[in-house]
């Protein structure tokens, strides 16, 4: 007996704002399957207005209402059943955040919820990192976002710490991360991991996975501390300009990429790790994996 149906999840992060449908199947005797059906990311970047302003500006108030009704039309189209939109770091800092949350529902229909930091690093540890690690290793897992960062410390399979930093990409490009935060995650990440013998550590965010990508290493093989350092400080060397026309890169991810590969290379520092993994895995994917497990709260309808 085999049984498919559509899960959607949405993140509406600090940089961009995503849409993931998913398709769940369920065989008899069989381990459920979640495969992508489509992804759709829009760079909208409402960091760089709350950071700076403390609020959504009018300009990207009316582009999230656009995006949402485009992602709506995209749920009706793909006949989900299933959805949970999530805002982070910038709705939850945004003074008006939650009375655009109210513009949303009633121009789209969809529900957001503005979920805290540690709901958020609770949602990201929930995906499928079971099939990445080793039950035997120990593991710091690094999510980088624009507006913040969240790390857990996984031991033989079990979450032993997480803990979510207001350290994100888009913080520090408005340069408006201190030092003491960054202390702060040194001495959180190093009293956290200095038992173990040896750590490595799993990354996750559009960032590492576009480094993976250029890497051209395989799936499951992990990127080294002295590979990503070479490749932050030939970051370094290139313009912002330089960095789309030359690397490749887009627009929205050229200025952002070298704070997040700082965030990873000061994670693997303070842990004493030697390689970084990358299984493609974010909250979109802990949002589905969390609404089939029930423990967290979803719609199964449009307002």
């Known amino acids: ?174 340069d408006m991360v201190k030092k003491e935060a960054w202390k702060e995650l040194e001495n959180w990440i190093k009293t956290n991991t200095s038992m173990y013998d040896k750590i490595e550590v799993i990354g996750s965010g559009g960032n590492i996975n576009k480094i993976f990508k250029v890497s051209g290493k395989a799936l499951g093989k992990p990127l080294s501390y002295f590979y990503l350092t070479s490749y932050y400080n030939m970051l370094k060397t290139y313009s912002y300009e330089e960095r789309i026309s030359v690397l490749d890169l887009n627009q929205d991810r050229a200025d952002v990429i070298i704070p997040a590969t700082r965030i990873y290379l000061s994670a693997m520092k303070w842990s004493r790790a030697k390689d970084i993994y990358v299984p493609k895995i974010g909250l979109v994917d802990g949002i589905i994996k969390s609404m089939y497990n029930d423990t967290v709260s979803s719609h199964s309808k449009l307002k």
């Open 1 to 174: 007996m085999l049984n498919i149906k559509k899960y959607a999840a949405i993140d509406i992060g600090s940089n961009a704002v995503r849409l993931l449908i998913s398709n769940i199947v369920e065989e008899e005797n069989k381990p459920t399957r979640f495969k992508k059906s489509s992804l759709v990311r829009v760079p909208i970047r409402l960091g760089a207005d709350v950071f700076v302003n403390e609020k959504i500006s009018k300009k990207n108030e009316q582009r999230m209402l656009d995006t949402m009704l485009a992602f709506k039309l995209l749920i009706q189209s793909h006949g989900v059943v299933k959805y949970k939109a999530c805002a982070t770091s910038a709705m939850r800092e945004a003074t008006n955040g939650q009375t655009l949350t109210n513009k949303i529902l009633e121009h789209s229909g969809l529900q957001i919820d503005i979920i805290g930091g540690e709901e958020e690093a609770a949602i990201i540890a929930a995906t499928d990192l079971d099939s990445y690690i080793d039950a035997n290793k120990t593991y710091l897992y690094v999510d980088v976002g624009g507006g913040s960062s969240e790390f857990s410390v996984i031991h033989n399979a079990n979450k032993i710490a997480s803990e979510s930093f207001k350290i994100g990409t888009v913080r520090l490009l408005n």
